[in-house]
């Protein structure tokens, strides 16, 4: 995917090329199965993650955590991802991001969330009837919504709700498996295995 309309985050894209030449520093584009009935948000990509590799949660912390529970619940061939071309494939699994360039310090703007919000919607509006979207963290949560033309404050963000939030649509949260989340045992391994073990009842 080509876009350019977030000022910042192409200068900053810019500056994080100069650095490291043989990132992608690019938009990061969705991976995994186009028909999939999952589809698991994050936030953006990360510096040394989706970032350099150009695949979404490969290369970093919350990666490692992520694709090798999907592996464990039969989303991926695989349980680890090293590169975008390392052969890895989804099972009945999307991954995509709210924000689909890096932004600095981690924190897209709001405008900039808005700015990506309709490529979200475009995913959205392509999913199967009876699919699930699995947001990790409150700001996937609400750019989901958003994307539905639907506001936050009517579902609430709390780990393992679940929104029935369009017939035929559900939505699942769960805190993102980042470094920080896991390291405070915010989220722990059984507690986002529990998210999964209910995401695999919920598709069934």
Do not use: W
Request: with cysteine; net charge positive.
């Amino acid at each position: 995917m080509d876009c350019r309309r977030c000022s910042r985050l192409v200068a900053f894209l810019g500056q994080v090329r100069d650095q490291f030449p043989g990132y992608h520093c690019a938009p990061v584009p969705p991976f995994g199965d186009p028909a999939a009935r999952l589809l698991v948000v994050g936030l953006a990509p990360g510096m040394h993650g989706a970032n350099a590799t150009g695949r979404p949660f490969t290369g970093d912390h919350a990666g490692i955590i992520l694709y090798d529970t999907l592996y464990r619940f039969g989303f991926a061939t695989c349980p680890e991802s090293r590169a975008a071309d390392d052969g890895l494939l989804l099972l009945d699994c999307r991954i995509t991001n709210a924000v689909k360039c890096l932004p600095p310090q981690n924190k897209p703007s709001t405008g900039e969330v808005q700015t990506c919000n309709p490529y979200l919607a475009a995913e959205l509006t392509g999913l199967p009837a009876g699919a699930l979207v699995l947001a990790l963290g409150t700001l996937a949560h609400a750019a989901v919504l958003r994307a539905l033309g639907l506001k936050p404050a009517a579902f609430p963000f709390a780990h393992g709700a679940e929104h029935g939030i369009t017939p035929g649509l559900r939505l699942l949260d769960s805190y993102h498996c980042s470094r920080y989340n896991t390291q405070t045992r915010r989220l722990t391994q059984p507690m986002f295995h529990a998210i999964f073990a209910r995401t695999r009842a919920l598709l069934s």
